[in-house]
């Protein structure tokens, strides 16, 4: 195997689970709209989060504004006003530290990345919340560019490792979800890397032709070993 010259992550569900972040916003929402719908806050954010294990994650707000006996014609507005709040919310989240202690570990030996899709505000919320830009050479969130450029694209990949100096074949992209985040950097000659989070948000999903990874790890700290660093 060639020697690899630079690791790039993606964030959501690779370096700390989404399910927290989910559940923060759950929280503000909570704070936010518990007095408008005549509930306790806590249990508000509870019954969020018992609804997010199930077929209804999609439609949690609308579940709990029905809930609250919302006339119809009033709960779309306040629906969004909640999407609102949850986007817009300042996150509580963290490094998962076997994350934050691979990070300072191999800073000295390869580049580091990472490549995040979403909002573009959302998501740099997260990585200062996450205080990546301490931790990483270089990031890229791909929304900068508007949402055609969202993985599967492969422009995010061709910036970092353009930016880093480091040709492809010495680049590895891990990711978690399986429908978007290797295609790409398959296509260039990366390695690819599944971390397989067992309460990971996106886990059912399957991939598409050529976006298998070409490894899986279930601890990120496997990452050493797998490529000798
Ligand atoms: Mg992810």
Redesign the pocket.
């Known amino acids: 195997m060639t020697s690899i010259q630079a690791i790039i992550f ?5 370096l700390y689970p ?1 399910r927290d972040y989910v559940f923060s916003g759950y929280r503000a929402v909570g704070a936010a709209f518990a007095d408008r719908l005549d509930v306790n806050a806590d249990e508000l954010a509870a019954r969020m989060r018992a609804l997010f294990d199930t077929p209804d994650r999609r439609r949690v707000f609308n579940a709990i504004v029905a809930d609250a006996g919302v006339a119809p014609a009033d709960a779309d507005a306040l629906v969004q006003e909640m999407v609102a709040t949850y986007r817009g919310h300042t996150p509580e989240i963290a490094l998962d530290p076997e994350a934050r202690e691979l990070l300072l570990d191999l800073h000295d030996r390869v580049a580091l990345g990472a490549i ?2 979403g909002y573009l505000d959302v998501q740099q919320r997260k990585v200062d919340a996450l205080e990546l830009a301490e931790l990483l050479d270089e990031i890229v969130l791909t929304d900068t560019w508007g949402r055609e450029f969202w993985k599967p694209h492969a422009r995010a990949f061709e910036e970092i490792a353009a930016r880093l100096c480091v040709a492809h074949d010495r680049c590895v992209y891990v ?3 399986l429908a978007k ?1 290797f295609v790409a950097p398959n296509q260039l000659g990366w390695q690819t890397v599944l971390l397989n989070r067992p309460d ?3 886990g059912a999903n399957e991939a598409p032709d050529n976006g298998a990874p070409q490894h899986t790890i279930t601890l990120l700290a496997q990452l050493t070993k797998l490529f000798a660093l």
Do not use: A, L
Request: cysteine-free; charged content about 55%.
């Open positions: 993606d964030v959501d569900d690779t989404e995040s899709d990711g978690d979800n985040d990971r948000v996106h």
